[in-house]
């Protein structure tokens, strides 16, 4: 499996990898469709290893029932029996999976060509690819400055801060320390996320770690590993660099473009009730997807793991964060200054 050789909550950062390969075989799949016609046989051992692959690694094991039934059901009647073309299956399939489950991250790929590649990849060869990516890696963050795009002090004493990437604190912690120090005086904060597409769960923690005390340490979320059946709790750090900021009014700018971890964040200070959130309802994506091969020829995008608020015991999936103050996103940053410099006249 794709997945399996990646670390759960570094997979959609490591997954770049594999999508970027993936795009260099583009051109070649359309020609390969359209020669490699595909029996009765080859497509009922197709939904075979869908339904296996679903069976294991999807989130919801009860849907991922009723979206096995639904492709058995389809099959027994006929449903696919024309669809020879390999690159025709992979749709209907990825219709069928959708209608059932109302997820659109599921999605049946057509690509033998990426297929082989990765089975006759040695872990040797895994290795250098990840070495290689994660240099490069380093060199574009270091040129987005970790995601850190500005910190200024607005009028009133309002600090700002717009984070359009939430790095891994192994490269981004000292930057982030650099930021919290320049706001440090400062009478409340706003944190903007407004064209904040995600990244790494560890700098969410890190980040809402400086908005609560040491002690009680605050349980901030719950992972869910599907195919290790395995739960993870995310609790604020005891230690941070620099001075926590417990009591400063905060408030967070979103958009319909804040996605992934960025929701993450919103959503636990949200519930949390230790921000207020201002701007659009954000784009809804709460689960891990991942690649799983199926055949030689196709393999599926499953979500496999998600993240839910100990407050809710539910996320955002779907459905996004609803802000507390909805404002249209170029308003966002003028409604939450106003709101703030409000709080600081009625203290």
Not at 230 to 250: A, C, I, Q
């Amino acid at each position: 499996m794709l997945t399996e050789q990646l670390n759960y909550l570094n997979a959609m950062r490591r997954g770049f990898l594999v999508l970027t390969i993936l795009s260099l075989f583009q051109t070649q799949l359309v020609a390969q469709s359209e020669i490699n016609k595909l029996n009765k046989k080859e497509i009922a051992l197709t939904i075979d290893s869908i339904n296996r692959k679903l069976n294991k690694n999807y989130v919801f094991p009860e849907m991922a029932a009723k979206m096995i039934e639904t492709l058995n059901v389809n099959f027994k009647t006929g449903k696919y029996n024309t669809l020879t073309n390999p690159s025709d299956l992979a749709r209907q399939l990825t219709s069928d999976l959708q209608g059932t489950s109302k997820d659109k991250h599921l999605m049946v790929v057509y690509n033998p060509t990426i297929i082989a590649r990765e089975n006759a990849l040695t872990d040797q060869d895994r290795a250098n690819e990840e070495a290689e990516w994660a240099k490069e890696l380093v060199t574009h963050l270091k040129r987005d400055n970790y995601g850190f795009r500005e910190a200024k002090i607005l009028e009133g004493n309002i600090g700002y801060l717009d984070i359009r990437e939430f790095v891994d604190p192994k490269y981004g912690s000292e930057t982030l320390a650099n930021a919290m120090h320049f706001l440090e005086n400062t009478n409340a904060i706003i944190i903007d996320l407004r064209q904040n597409d995600g990244g790494s769960p560890e700098m969410v923690q890190l980040l809402a770690s400086y908005f609560f005390s040491s002690e009680p340490a605050i349980h901030l979320a719950n992972h869910y590993n599907r195919p290790k059946d395995e739960l993870t709790k995310s609790m604020t750090l005891p230690n941070v660099t620099g001075v926590r900021r417990p009591k400063t009014d905060l408030y967070i700018l979103t958009s319909s473009k804040t996605f992934s971890a960025a929701e993450a964040f919103s959503y636990q200070l949200k519930y949390l009730k230790r921000a207020t959130i201002v701007g659009e309802k954000t784009a809804g994506g709460a689960h891990l997807t991942g690649s799983v091969i199926a055949t030689d020829k196709f393999y599926v995008r499953i979500p496999q793991g998600r993240t839910t608020s100990p407050v809710t015991n539910s996320n955002w999936e779907g459905i996004g964060v609803i802000p507390d103050i909805e404002v249209n996103a170029e308003e966002a940053l003028k409604a939450a200054q106003t709101k703030a410099l409000e709080g600081i006249k009625d203290r």
